[in-house]
């Protein structure tokens, strides 16, 4: 099993480009999570998926689009890359309400930085 | 909104010594998560509960509900525990979790 990965791990970007990230997981899990993390604060949710076909906002999701097309595959846009969205950006699965089992599981991150 | 507040926010201690990191929240919550991230960035989850007291290996993670407050205790200290911990509360009705800052923890050999 690999559990969660991400593609890509680092990237840089000019203002105003576009980008997506890709999360994947072979665990089976229902619910996926998309996560920033800026020095000083925690762990923000920017948007999450209750299962496949399904998303909902997070704490911070202006300046973010998200798809769950498939149940192991969820994706970040950013649709005009701004400086502001300079961050690691983590995305994480748990099993979820069927299985009553919260506990997340993250991928490795990606460094992003736009410039 | 839950808060989640962590303490101290950063350790220092030396290689043997027991360590011991706070979390308290403000509102009943239905689960605990403990999560270590290393220098290099990867997350990985320690421990979930919702009661009680839970071990694995040197790490001890234990929650007290009525007083909102989980403690994180690690023995025997070693420079490879150097990391920082998170912990994150999940509220009831709600699949997300609410996260603290993270206590940075250095063991010096």
């Known amino acids: 099993n690999a559990g969660v990965t991400q593609t890509p791990k680092f990237r840089v970007l000019k203002t105003g480009q576009s980008m997506t990230l890709l999360c994947a997981q072979d665990?089976?899990?229902?619910?996926m999570y998309w996560y920033r993390q800026d020095p000083g604060m925690g762990l923000r949710l920017i948007h999450y998926s209750v299962g496949e076909g399904t998303t909902a906002k997070g704490e911070v999701p202006d300046g973010y689009n998200v798809s769950r097309l498939k149940k192991q595959n969820f994706l970040l846009g950013l649709e005009s890359a701004a400086p502001s969205q300079t961050s690691v950006y983590f995305c994480a699965s748990s099993q979820g309400r069927l299985k009553s089992s919260y506990e997340q599981y993250f991928g490795p991150g990606t460094r992003l930085t736009v410039t | 909104k839950n808060e989640v507040e962590q303490s101290p926010q950063n350790l220092t201690a030396q290689e043997g010594e027991f360590i011991t990191i706070n979390c308290s929240y403000s509102v009943g919550i239905s689960a605990l998560h403990w999560l270590q991230q290393h220098p290099g960035g990867g997350i990985v989850s320690l421990f979930m509960?919702?009661?009680g007291k839970k071990k694995h290996g040197r790490l001890i993670a234990t929650i007290n509900i009525q007083e909102k407050h989980s403690s994180l205790h690690i023995t025997a200290s070693h420079p490879r525990d150097s990391a920082v911990y998170i912990c994150?509360?999940?509220?009831?009705?709600?699949?997300?979790?609410?996260f603290g800052t993270g206590t940075r923890l250095t063991i010096i050999p």
């Open positions: 994150a509360v999940k509220s009831f009705g709600n699949e997300k979790l609410t």
């Open positions: 665990m089976n899990h229902e619910y």
């Open positions: 509960l919702s009661s």
